[in-house]
């Protein structure tokens, strides 16, 4: 219920008030039980940079992906699909490939996202109660290989390394900057900005 898009897991159309409310209490029900892990293949777009870490003030995590297909490619649509385009005419009627698929389709605005997502079961993650945020443990199947800082970061690479830990060994870490010839965010190949 978090999500900045208003129409997770609202994409296709439903034109009966009944089935709008089955949908929005199964949302919820979802809610109570799942998170999210979204993942992008693009650091290098401003949006995300804003949208997501701190207004480039946060800092992206690069991960090797050991098992890819732990992760489902978010489908991006210009127009809400009809219930039909499911083969159904009821939400009750939907088979678990029909939800699998509403619960990755998005509206193609957020396409700069380039997103893959899994879901997790909030049972197993840790709860911090400060924060009201969940937190699992990097899988096994996903090696972290960079930590990228935002431009505006006040954070050195050296405290970051630090704050790492024993998870630094092999992992990359650098600050990014926007690109001068183009609207994308890049590496800053300068490196007194991040000691």
Not at 49 to 54: E, K, M, T
Not at 84 to 94: T, V
Not at 138 to 146: G, I, S
Request: proline share 5%; aromatic share 14%.
């Amino acid at each position: 219920m978090e999500l900045n898009d208003p129409f997770e897991f609202l994409g296709p159309i439903f034109a009966d008030k009944s089935e709008r409310q089955r949908m929005r209490k199964f949302k919820v029900e979802v809610d109570k039980d799942f998170g999210l892990i979204c993942l992008s293949d693009n650091w290098s777009h401003p949006l995300l940079w804003g949208h997501y870490a701190d207004k480039h003030k946060g800092v992206c995590l690069g991960f090797d992906i050991l098992q890819p297909e732990d992760f489902e490619k978010v489908e991006y649509v210009e127009e809400r699909p009809p219930m039909s385009q499911f083969g159904i005419s009821a939400f009750s009627d939907l088979p678990e490939e029909s939800i699998k698929r509403m619960l990755h389709l998005k509206f193609h605005a957020w396409s700069y996202e380039a997103e893959f997502r899994t879901f997790i079961d909030l049972k197993a993650t840790g709860y911090d109660e400060k924060s009201k945020l969940h937190f699992v443990p990097f899988r096994p199947t996903m090696r972290l290989a960079q930590v990228i800082m935002g431009w505006r970061s006040r954070s050195t690479r050296t405290e970051v390394s630090k704050a790492l830990g024993w998870l630094k060994q092999g992992v990359e870490v650098f600050k990014s900057r926007p690109a001068f010839q183009g609207f994308e965010v890049v590496r800053n190949r300068d490196d007194t900005h991040c000691e």
